[in-house]
Protein backbone atom coordinates (compact mmCIF):
# COMPACT_ATOMS: atom_id res chain seq x y z
CA UNK A 1 0.00 0.00 0.00
CA UNK A 2 1.35 2.98 -0.53
CA UNK A 3 0.91 5.99 1.92
CA UNK A 4 0.41 9.14 0.99
CA UNK A 5 3.52 11.82 1.26
CA UNK A 6 3.12 14.64 4.02
CA UNK A 7 0.74 17.12 2.96
CA UNK A 8 -0.44 15.32 0.23
CA UNK A 9 -3.98 14.74 1.77
CA UNK A 10 -4.41 18.25 3.21
CA UNK A 11 -3.08 19.37 -0.14
CA UNK A 12 -5.74 17.63 -2.03
CA UNK A 13 -8.26 19.05 0.02
CA UNK A 14 -7.76 22.21 -0.82
CA UNK A 15 -10.13 24.13 -3.36
CA UNK A 16 -8.45 24.69 -6.53
CA UNK A 17 -7.16 28.03 -7.06
CA UNK A 18 -9.52 30.52 -8.91
CA UNK A 19 -8.04 31.53 -12.47
CA UNK A 20 -10.79 34.16 -12.87
CA UNK A 21 -9.41 37.53 -11.47
CA UNK A 22 -11.53 40.49 -9.88
CA UNK A 23 -13.15 42.64 -12.75
CA UNK A 24 -10.99 46.28 -12.65
CA UNK A 25 -11.19 49.38 -14.90
CA UNK A 26 -8.05 48.06 -16.53
CA UNK A 27 -10.02 44.72 -17.63
CA UNK A 28 -12.83 46.93 -19.03
CA UNK A 29 -11.08 49.48 -21.09
CA UNK A 30 -9.08 46.05 -22.37
CA UNK A 31 -12.32 44.63 -23.23
CA UNK A 32 -13.58 48.02 -24.77
CA UNK A 33 -10.75 48.55 -27.14
CA UNK A 34 -11.08 45.17 -28.17
CA UNK A 35 -14.31 45.30 -29.63
CA UNK A 36 -14.57 48.76 -30.40
CA UNK A 37 -11.10 48.15 -32.86
CA UNK A 38 -11.99 44.99 -33.89
CA UNK A 39 -12.74 44.94 -38.08
CA UNK A 40 -13.23 40.85 -37.97
CA UNK A 41 -14.10 38.17 -35.38
CA UNK A 42 -14.78 34.21 -35.56
CA UNK A 43 -18.21 34.07 -35.49
CA UNK A 44 -19.40 30.21 -33.98
CA UNK A 45 -23.09 29.61 -34.26
CA UNK A 46 -25.09 26.85 -33.93
CA UNK A 47 -26.02 24.42 -36.43
CA UNK A 48 -29.07 22.02 -37.44
CA UNK A 49 -27.17 19.35 -35.75
CA UNK A 50 -26.02 21.30 -32.67
CA UNK A 51 -22.18 21.49 -33.79
CA UNK A 52 -21.01 24.94 -33.58
CA UNK A 53 -19.88 26.57 -36.68
CA UNK A 54 -17.53 29.12 -36.83
CA UNK A 55 -16.73 31.24 -39.29
CA UNK A 56 -14.66 34.56 -39.48
CA UNK A 57 -16.85 37.53 -40.57
CA UNK A 58 -16.48 41.78 -40.60
CA UNK A 59 -16.80 43.71 -37.95
CA UNK A 60 -17.98 47.31 -36.36
CA UNK A 61 -19.83 48.53 -33.75
CA UNK A 62 -23.13 50.08 -32.53
CA UNK A 63 -22.95 53.28 -30.87
CA UNK A 64 -22.88 51.83 -26.87
CA UNK A 65 -20.22 48.85 -28.73
CA UNK A 66 -22.46 46.20 -29.25
CA UNK A 67 -21.32 44.18 -32.30
CA UNK A 68 -22.46 44.28 -35.68
CA UNK A 69 -22.36 42.25 -38.61
CA UNK A 70 -23.86 42.17 -42.13
CA UNK A 71 -23.71 38.71 -43.57
CA UNK A 72 -25.62 36.99 -47.55
CA UNK A 73 -28.78 34.88 -46.82
CA UNK A 74 -26.65 32.31 -48.70
CA UNK A 75 -23.75 32.25 -45.60
CA UNK A 76 -24.09 28.70 -43.46
CA UNK A 77 -24.07 31.69 -40.08
CA UNK A 78 -27.09 33.29 -41.10
CA UNK A 79 -29.40 29.89 -41.40
CA UNK A 80 -27.98 28.90 -38.22
CA UNK A 81 -28.50 32.43 -36.73
CA UNK A 82 -32.46 32.77 -37.62
CA UNK A 83 -32.93 29.23 -36.20
CA UNK A 84 -31.24 29.66 -32.72
CA UNK A 85 -29.53 33.45 -32.05
CA UNK A 86 -27.67 32.18 -29.28
CA UNK A 87 -23.64 32.63 -30.25
CA UNK A 88 -20.35 33.16 -29.49
CA UNK A 89 -17.20 35.88 -31.10
CA UNK A 90 -13.84 35.61 -30.90
CA UNK A 91 -12.21 38.67 -31.08
CA UNK A 92 -8.44 38.44 -30.88
CA UNK A 93 -5.64 41.02 -31.25
CA UNK A 94 -2.26 39.60 -33.36
CA UNK A 95 1.22 40.67 -32.82
CA UNK A 96 4.71 38.79 -32.44
CA UNK A 97 5.51 35.83 -30.52
CA UNK A 98 3.41 32.97 -28.70
CA UNK A 99 -0.08 33.99 -30.09
CA UNK A 100 -1.79 33.61 -26.48
CA UNK A 101 0.30 36.33 -25.18
CA UNK A 102 -1.69 38.59 -26.94
CA UNK A 103 -5.19 39.49 -25.58
CA UNK A 104 -8.30 37.97 -26.73
CA UNK A 105 -11.98 38.30 -25.98
CA UNK A 106 -14.91 35.80 -26.34
CA UNK A 107 -18.17 37.65 -26.06
CA UNK A 108 -21.48 35.52 -26.13
CA UNK A 109 -24.03 37.05 -27.57
CA UNK A 110 -27.92 36.37 -29.00
CA UNK A 111 -28.41 38.05 -32.52
CA UNK A 112 -30.81 40.27 -33.97
CA UNK A 113 -31.49 41.33 -37.11
CA UNK A 114 -31.80 44.72 -37.67
CA UNK A 115 -34.60 46.55 -40.34
CA UNK A 116 -32.74 48.00 -42.96
CA UNK A 117 -35.42 51.25 -43.18
CA UNK A 118 -35.56 51.59 -39.31
CA UNK A 119 -33.70 55.03 -37.86
CA UNK A 120 -31.17 52.01 -36.68
CA UNK A 121 -30.66 50.52 -39.88
CA UNK A 122 -29.59 53.74 -41.55
CA UNK A 123 -27.40 54.52 -38.51
CA UNK A 124 -26.13 50.79 -38.12
CA UNK A 125 -25.65 51.00 -42.22
CA UNK A 126 -23.31 54.21 -41.91
CA UNK A 127 -21.44 53.05 -38.95
CA UNK A 128 -20.55 49.52 -40.69
CA UNK A 129 -19.96 51.02 -43.97
CA UNK A 130 -17.27 53.52 -42.04
CA UNK A 131 -15.72 51.17 -40.35
CA UNK A 132 -15.63 48.49 -43.59
CA UNK A 133 -15.89 51.03 -46.68
CA UNK A 134 -15.19 47.84 -48.94
CA UNK A 135 -18.38 46.64 -48.11
CA UNK A 136 -20.26 48.98 -50.12
CA UNK A 137 -19.81 46.78 -52.83
CA UNK A 138 -22.46 45.01 -51.54
CA UNK A 139 -24.14 46.46 -48.69
CA UNK A 140 -27.86 47.08 -50.59
CA UNK A 141 -27.52 43.40 -52.28
CA UNK A 142 -31.59 42.20 -51.73
CA UNK A 143 -30.04 38.81 -49.70
CA UNK A 144 -27.63 40.73 -47.62
CA UNK A 145 -28.86 41.86 -44.15
CA UNK A 146 -26.99 43.66 -40.80
CA UNK A 147 -27.79 41.41 -37.82
CA UNK A 148 -26.91 42.92 -34.19
CA UNK A 149 -25.11 40.92 -31.55
CA UNK A 150 -25.94 42.23 -28.10
CA UNK A 151 -23.55 41.15 -25.50
CA UNK A 152 -24.94 38.63 -22.81
CA UNK A 153 -21.56 38.12 -21.02
CA UNK A 154 -18.25 37.14 -21.93
CA UNK A 155 -14.51 36.21 -20.87
CA UNK A 156 -11.79 38.19 -21.58
CA UNK A 157 -7.68 36.91 -21.48
CA UNK A 158 -5.65 39.54 -21.47
CA UNK A 159 -2.42 37.09 -21.58
CA UNK A 160 -1.34 34.68 -19.58
CA UNK A 161 -2.65 34.65 -15.95
CA UNK A 162 -4.98 37.48 -16.94
CA UNK A 163 -8.43 36.25 -16.85
CA UNK A 164 -11.96 37.87 -16.37
CA UNK A 165 -15.55 36.86 -16.66
CA UNK A 166 -17.34 39.98 -17.66
CA UNK A 167 -20.88 41.79 -17.79
CA UNK A 168 -22.90 43.37 -20.46
CA UNK A 169 -22.21 46.62 -18.69
CA UNK A 170 -18.27 45.85 -18.22
CA UNK A 171 -18.15 46.46 -22.30
CA UNK A 172 -21.15 48.88 -23.32
CA UNK A 173 -21.42 52.16 -23.00
CA UNK A 174 -24.32 53.74 -21.55
CA UNK A 175 -26.43 55.36 -23.89
CA UNK A 176 -29.38 56.47 -21.57
CA UNK A 177 -28.14 60.05 -21.09
CA UNK A 178 -26.49 60.57 -24.01
CA UNK A 179 -29.19 60.48 -26.99
CA UNK A 180 -28.52 63.94 -27.81
CA UNK A 181 -24.53 63.04 -28.31
CA UNK A 182 -25.54 59.37 -30.32
CA UNK A 183 -27.89 61.89 -32.74
CA UNK A 184 -25.31 64.60 -33.17
CA UNK A 185 -22.61 61.60 -34.21
CA UNK A 186 -22.88 61.76 -37.94
CA UNK A 187 -22.48 65.69 -38.23
CA UNK A 188 -19.69 65.64 -35.73
CA UNK A 189 -17.88 62.58 -37.60
CA UNK A 190 -17.89 64.84 -40.90
CA UNK A 191 -17.35 67.91 -39.02
CA UNK A 192 -14.05 66.27 -37.49
CA UNK A 193 -12.91 64.91 -40.67
CA UNK A 194 -13.71 67.69 -43.26
CA UNK A 195 -12.38 70.80 -40.62
CA UNK A 196 -10.10 69.25 -38.34
CA UNK A 197 -8.33 66.66 -40.02
CA UNK A 198 -4.96 67.95 -38.88
CA UNK A 199 -6.22 67.34 -35.30
CA UNK A 200 -7.76 63.71 -35.87
CA UNK A 201 -4.11 62.84 -37.34
CA UNK A 202 -2.45 64.55 -34.27
CA UNK A 203 -4.82 62.04 -32.51
CA UNK A 204 -3.48 59.00 -33.75
CA UNK A 205 0.07 59.98 -33.70
CA UNK A 206 0.98 61.91 -30.78
CA UNK A 207 -1.76 60.48 -28.60
CA UNK A 208 -1.49 56.67 -29.69
CA UNK A 209 1.94 56.35 -31.50
CA UNK A 210 0.66 55.48 -35.04
CA UNK A 211 2.16 56.31 -38.02
CA UNK A 212 1.92 59.28 -40.00
CA UNK A 213 -1.09 59.65 -42.31
CA UNK A 214 -4.64 60.70 -43.63
CA UNK A 215 -6.41 58.89 -40.24
CA UNK A 216 -9.96 59.77 -40.21
CA UNK A 217 -12.83 59.25 -37.39
CA UNK A 218 -15.31 56.48 -37.95
CA UNK A 219 -17.54 57.25 -35.03
CA UNK A 220 -17.47 58.08 -31.77
CA UNK A 221 -19.83 57.52 -28.46
CA UNK A 222 -19.78 58.54 -25.04
CA UNK A 223 -16.11 56.90 -23.90
CA UNK A 224 -14.01 57.71 -27.33
CA UNK A 225 -13.55 57.83 -30.79
CA UNK A 226 -13.08 55.09 -33.55
CA UNK A 227 -10.10 56.33 -35.66
CA UNK A 228 -9.47 54.71 -39.57
CA UNK A 229 -6.03 54.86 -42.23
CA UNK A 230 -6.63 52.52 -44.35
CA UNK A 231 -7.36 48.58 -42.69
CA UNK A 232 -5.76 50.39 -39.19
CA UNK A 233 -8.20 50.93 -36.80
CA UNK A 234 -7.53 52.91 -33.64
CA UNK A 235 -9.58 53.44 -30.46
CA UNK A 236 -9.18 57.01 -28.49
CA UNK A 237 -10.79 56.81 -25.35
CA UNK A 238 -11.81 60.16 -23.42
CA UNK A 239 -10.47 60.89 -20.38
CA UNK A 240 -14.55 60.81 -18.93
CA UNK A 241 -17.68 60.04 -20.54
CA UNK A 242 -19.32 63.06 -22.59
CA UNK A 243 -23.37 62.72 -22.60
CA UNK A 244 -23.55 65.87 -24.71
CA UNK A 245 -22.30 67.54 -28.43
CA UNK A 246 -21.23 70.14 -25.51
CA UNK A 247 -19.14 67.62 -23.68
CA UNK A 248 -17.86 66.56 -26.60
CA UNK A 249 -16.54 69.56 -28.13
CA UNK A 250 -15.03 70.11 -25.18
CA UNK A 251 -13.71 66.79 -24.60
CA UNK A 252 -11.73 67.12 -28.41
CA UNK A 253 -10.39 70.34 -27.60
CA UNK A 254 -8.52 69.03 -24.34
CA UNK A 255 -7.55 66.30 -26.58
CA UNK A 256 -5.92 68.32 -29.49
CA UNK A 257 -4.33 70.67 -26.78
CA UNK A 258 -2.74 67.73 -25.64
CA UNK A 259 -2.13 66.06 -28.88
CA UNK A 260 -0.31 69.04 -29.87
CA UNK A 261 1.74 69.56 -26.41
CA UNK A 262 2.90 65.62 -27.13
CA UNK A 263 3.89 67.04 -30.73
Known sequence: ??????????????????????????????????????????????????????????????????????????????????ADPRASLLIARHGKGDPLAH???????????????????????????????????????????????????????GGFGRAYELTPADILSDLGPAQ????????????????HADAVRLYATALLGAPDGAWRVTGLDPDGLDLALGDQVLRLPFEAPVDEPSALRAALVALAAKARAAA
Request: hydrophobic share 40%; aromatic share 4%.
Open 103 to 157: PRITVRVRARRIERESAEGQRIRRRFLARQPKAQLYVDFPDFSFFALPIEGASLN
Open 180 to 195: ALVAAEEGAVAHMNED
Open 1 to 82: MVQDLPGQEEASRRPAQDPIRPTDDTARTLARELVRSARHGALATLSGDGHPFASLTSLATDSDGTPLILVSALSGHTGNLK
